[in-house]
């Protein structure tokens, strides 16, 4: 079958073949992640967590497994999901920058010398 033919074939009755809100008013939209920690790894644990979420509106997108070197059962996972959500305005940007500063470094001019002896005092070197 043809890329063209699965295409058409994929569309519903009707359809204009776009997807909603995505016109030039549409708001921003990006892709948001959710990463679940496992501490309790089996079979329940894992089913319980993906149909929960996807339950939400999230889609199953992997999981990880961390292992333990003296056995074969994973000591951890991490299940990862996606969505589309809004995307953050600058003001939300902003304010996880303040929680999380990015680290800048000394001017140049100072050197770590010049730095000991200002936190020690003159007199200590």
Known sequence: ???????????RPGSTGKRP???PDAEPRALLY???????????ALEDTVNG?????????G???AM????KRPAMAFVFFTREGALADESA????????????????SRSAYDR????????AL
């Open 1 to 11: 079958m043809s890329v063209a033919r699965a295409k058409a074939k994929s569309r």
């Open 21 to 23: 809100g995505r016109g």
């Open 34 to 44: 959710k990463v679940v920690e496992l501490s309790s790894v089996d079979e329940r």
């Open 53 to 61: 979420w996807v339950r939400q509106g999230w889609t199953f997108d």
């Open 63 to 65: 999981v990880q497994f």
């Open 68 to 71: 333990r070197e003296s056995s």
């Open 93 to 108: 940007a902003s304010s996880i920058a303040a929680l999380h500063p990015v680290p800048t470094a000394p001017p140049p």
């Open 116 to 123: 000991l002896r200002e936190l020690a005092g003159d007199d």
